[in-house]
């Protein structure tokens, strides 16, 4: 069973259009990150949420920490190609390992 | 950027053969990270540290074995590489646990024939 489940799987939209992507899960967290993964890199944190129903901005990126602590979403304005990319959600388990989500293929065409 | 490099980037190899993938660091974190990366699973914890000689088992370790004897390098070893460890393994770093940041490597591309 997989902790941590993020939809959708793949997005293709047009650069200037919105888009939300969610991680949600069952179990309750003390925190959550956020990564983006470009080809042929490894992955890099975007932010990092610990309260439940916070909010964190990074330009136009808005990402929102359930109220329960069980789920996230990555809501991007105005997408443009840069943001192409795989987003990750994650979790610290026990201590220090991280566990992933499948993650969210984002395509931005201009 | 974080210093971390991993060595080889890409290699293709053998089934049966051992294989051994290095990180090293220069950024002296104390906790160190091996993964992999498969279509349909995400990335997956193999192996992590948490200090010189200290090593613990991840999600994945069957097949995979470490070793830490100085802060800035950590092994991952494949005794006899199978077709199913074919994948993307990646390197991580942290200066401390929980919600502390952790830096990627960029990656060794592994392909067991």
């Known amino acids: 069973t997989q902790l941590l489940e993020q939809s959708p799987q793949f997005l293709s939209i047009q650069e200037g259009e919105n888009l939300t992507v969610y991680c949600n899960s069952s179990s309750v967290f003390s925190s959550l990150q956020w990564y983006r993964q470009e080809p042929g890199e490894g992955p890099v944190l975007l932010v990092t949420?610990?309260?439940?129903?916070e909010v964190k901005k990074l330009k136009r990126l808005t990402f929102q920490f359930g109220d329960a602590r069980k789920d996230s979403s990555l809501h991007i304005t105005a997408a443009q190609p840069g943001d192409t990319g795989l987003y990750l959600c994650a979790v610290i388990k026990a201590g220090t390992a991280l566990i992933f989500g499948k993650g969210t293929t984002l395509s931005v065409s201009s | 950027d974080a210093g971390i490099t991993q060595s080889p980037r890409h290699k293709v190899t053998e089934t049966g053969t051992p294989v051994t993938l290095r990180c090293h660091q220069t950024?002296?974190?104390?906790?160190m990270y091996w993964y992999r990366q498969d279509p349909g699973h995400g990335l997956r914890l193999i192996h992590y540290?948490?200090?010189?000689?200290?090593?613990d088992k991840g999600e994945v370790s069957d097949g995979y074995s470490v070793s830490r004897s100085k802060t800035e390098d950590f092994l991952l070893t494949l005794e006899s590489a199978t077709s199913s460890q074919t994948s993307v393994y990646f390197c991580?770093?942290?200066?401390?646990?929980?919600?502390?940041?952790?830096?990627f490597g960029p990656g060794t591309r592994l392909t067991v024939l």
């Open positions: 950024e002296n974190h104390r906790y």
């Open positions: 949420v610990v309260t439940g129903g």
């Open positions: 991580a770093i942290s200066e401390a646990e929980g919600t502390d940041t952790q830096y």
């Open positions: 540290s948490y200090g010189v000689k200290d090593t």
